[in-house]
């Protein structure tokens, strides 16, 4: 996206192009499962022991563990090449481009509102 567009977005227009839906909480406990058997292949900066757990699901003795280092340095990387961290909001698991956020922070001198 250009600086001058980028410039002249309002905050909810940045927070449509900064944030992408992924699962639902209402997978429960099954939340991280369910993100890692449909972004598998995507997903970097967990370990192969997190993902294993990931893989194995609430009976895992570290599937807990797992969820939160998926969601502490977990990141997607999207069809284009763009690298998205992946976060834990209400609602369920997001993914979140921070650099987009602070591009835009340090362009209007606005900060942005979660």
């Not at 993100?35 to 192969?48: K, N, P, T, Y």
């Amino acid at each position: 996206m250009d600086t001058k567009t980028l410039k002249t977005m309002a905050q909810e227009n940045i927070a449509q192009e900064a944030f992408m839906y992924l699962v639902s909480d209402a997978n429960g406990i099954y939340m991280g499962q369910c993100f890692i058997e449909r972004f598998d292949l995507a997903v970097s900066g967990i370990s192969d022991l997190d993902r294993a757990s990931l893989h194995m699901g609430p009976d895992s003795e570290y599937y807990d563990e797992a969820q939160d280092a998926l969601c502490d340095s977990g990141i997607l990387t999207d069809t284009t090449g763009k690298k998205w961290n992946i976060c834990y909001q209400d609602g369920g698991i997001f993914a979140v481009d921070y650099d987009l956020i602070n591009e835009w922070e340090e362009l209007t001198g606005e900060e942005f509102s979660w």
